[in-house]
């Protein structure tokens, strides 16, 4: 299951709203690499889940991130019509956007080099 940040403390991960935090239910950023070194102590590789298919919205800063939005939807940062439409909400990132690209692009590269995880599974 996804480690982000999500509203609350009990969830599956799959609503996203701080993608480059760990749940802090779960304890945190250094809970999370002692798991991951244990892990690899023991043989084990570490797949982490991962969604950019959808984000948030609950609690999600870049949601409606300057103000802006069309169609009561998320904003700059998100499609504003049809494409947004994902089965759990009408929140899917613009990735026609490079900066939206750049951010999906530097959230995966930090948790394969700064946490060492070992591969990405991602739902498309």
Known sequence: MPPFEFPGDFSWGYN?????AIE????????FKAFIKAAHEHGIAVILD???NHFGPTDMDLWQFD???ENGMGGIYFYNDWRANTPWGDTRPDYGRPEVRQYIRDNAMMWLE???VDGLRMDM
Request: aromatic content about 28%.
């Open 16 to 20: 996203p709203s701080y993608p480059f």
């Open 24 to 31: 802090s239910s779960y304890g945190g950023p250094d809970a």
């Open 50 to 52: 991962v969604v950019y």
């Open 67 to 69: 103000g802006w939005q």
């Open 114 to 116: 700064e946490f060492r």
